[in-house]
C-alpha cells in the first residue's frame, strides 16, 4: 500500500511570522496524524522557522521548492542540495511548471537535480503535466511521456522508490479549474504505466504520485479517492492552515 502525501506548496509567499503562526495552527489538527505524510515547503527564507516551529512534531516534513545541481561554488542566487540538508530538509520540488514555463528549466535540467537531490538523500517531489494547448491537441501522453523519460533519465530502482511525481495539469494551477477526477485518474494510470516501462510493474506499483491544480477541501477526498491518486501537491488553498488541515484528513482512510 502507498501512504498518501499531501504537500503545501507554498510558492512565493510567507514570512517568517505567518509560517510560525501556520505552523501552530497546523499542529493543534494535524497534531496525532500518522497515517498520511505531510510536507510543508515554504520559501527558502522561511524553512528554518518551520523546523523550528514542528519542533518535536516527526509527522510533518519540511520540503524545499527548488534548488541547484552543483553541491557548491560560484552560483549567485543559487541553493544546493548540500545548503537544504543543513536545514533538515527532506523533500524538494522540481521541475514545476511555473520553474519551467517562467525560468526555463528543461527536462535535462530537472535530470539534473533530481540525480543531485538522490545523492545528497533528499527526497525530489518531480513534477509534470500538460498545457491546454497540449491537451487540446490531444498530445498528454506524449508531454507526459516525454517529461517523465527526461527527467527520471539514469534512476536506479532505488532513487525511484525514493521520488514521488506530482501530475499537474498547467491549466489546472491556480486558476480554480480542476481537473475531473477521472480525467486525473487516466493521467495517473498513464504515468504508473510509463513509470513500469521506466523500470518494472513492481517498482511503479510503489511509487507515489500526487495530483497538484487547484485541490481544495471540497474536492480533495474525490481527487485522492482515485486507484493511482496518491496524494496532493497543495498551492492556493494550503496558505490557509485550515484549508490544507482539512485536505490532509481528506486524504487518510475512511474509517
Ligand atoms: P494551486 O497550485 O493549488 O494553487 O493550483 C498547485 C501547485 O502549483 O503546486
Known sequence: MRKKIVAANWKMNMTQAESARFVESLLVDLGDILDVEVV?????????????SLGKAQNIK???????????????????????????????????????????????????????????????????GETLEQREKGKVEKVLSTQLRGSLADLGEKELLETVIAYEPVW????????????????????????????????????????GGSVKPDNARE?????????????????????????VKAAQKEE
Open 172 to 211: 489546472a494551477i491556480g486558476t480554480g479549474k480542476v481537473a475531473t477526477a477521472a480525467q486525473a485518474q487516466e493521467a495517473h494510470a498513464f504515468i504508473r504505466g510509463t513509470l513500469s516501462k521506466i523500470s518494472d510493474e513492481t517498482t511503479a506499483d510503489k511509487i507515489r504520485i500526487q495530483y
Open 62 to 128: 519540511v520540503g524545499a521548492q527548488n534548488m541547484h545541481w552543483e553541491r557548491n561554488g560560484a552560483f549567485t542566487g543559487e541553493i544546493s542540495s548540500a545548503l537544504l540538508r543543513d536545514l533538515f530538509v527532506r523533500y524538494v520540488v522540481l521541475g514545476h511548471s511555473e520553474r519551467r514555463s517562467l525560468f526555463g528549466e528543461t527536462d535535462e535540467m530537472v535530470n539534473l537535480k533530481v540525480r543531485a537531490a538522490h545523492e545528497a538523500a533528499l527526497r525530489p517531489i518531480v513534477c509534470v
Open 223 to 247: 481527487l485522492m479517492s482515485q486507484a493511482d491518486i496518491d496524494g496532493a501537491l497543495v498551492g492556493g488553498a494550503s496558505l490557509d492552515p485550515r484549508s490544507f488541515a482539512q485536505i
Open 40 to 52: 510543508i515547503i515554504p520559501p527558502f527564507t522561511a524553512i528554518a522557522r518551520v523546523t523550528e
